[in-house]
Nanobody, 117 residues
Framework: QVQLVESGGGSVPAGGSLRLSCLVSGRIYEINGMGWYRQAPGSQRELVARITTGDSTIYADSVKGRFTISRDNAKNTLYLQMNSLKPEDTAVYYC???????????WGQGTQVTVSS
């Protein structure tokens, strides 16, 4: 099993920054890639950014140039640096771990990010 615990959410004014962290524990060696997703009220969960074991990254068009996904393997932690935040970035942000094959992804409990105009 893999456990994911997010932290770092909060409330900021538009233009501000936040850094989300996701502490990973358990059978980390089984993870094929990790990412951040978000879900706003009344909307579906959407991909924000992903990083592979080879450090390749992809970003949603809406966050390119503003958000950066990274990880510290020594600390077993995934990060999401969010700059130039906009009110439309308001959502619950979830950490995700993906595995090879048909095994279901693992999810954290989520952390709320609120950006005021």
């Amino acid at each position: 099993q893999v456990q994911l615990v997010e932290s770092g959410g909060g409330s900021v004014p538009a233009g501000g920054s936040l850094r989300l962290s996701c502490l990973v524990s358990g059978r980390i060696y089984e993870i094929n890639g990790m990412g951040w997703y978000r879900q706003a009220p009344g909307s579906q969960r959407e991909l924000v950014a992903r990083i592979t074991t080879g450090d390749s990254t992809i970003y949603a068009d809406s966050v390119k140039g503003r958000f950066t996904i990274s990880r510290d393997n020594a600390k077993n932690t995934l990060y999401l640096q969010m700059n130039s935040l906009k009110p439309e970035d308001t959502a619950v942000y979830y950490c995700n771990a993906h595995y090879a094959g048909l095994r279901p992804d693992s999810w954290g409990q989520g952390t709320q990010v609120t950006v005021s105009s």
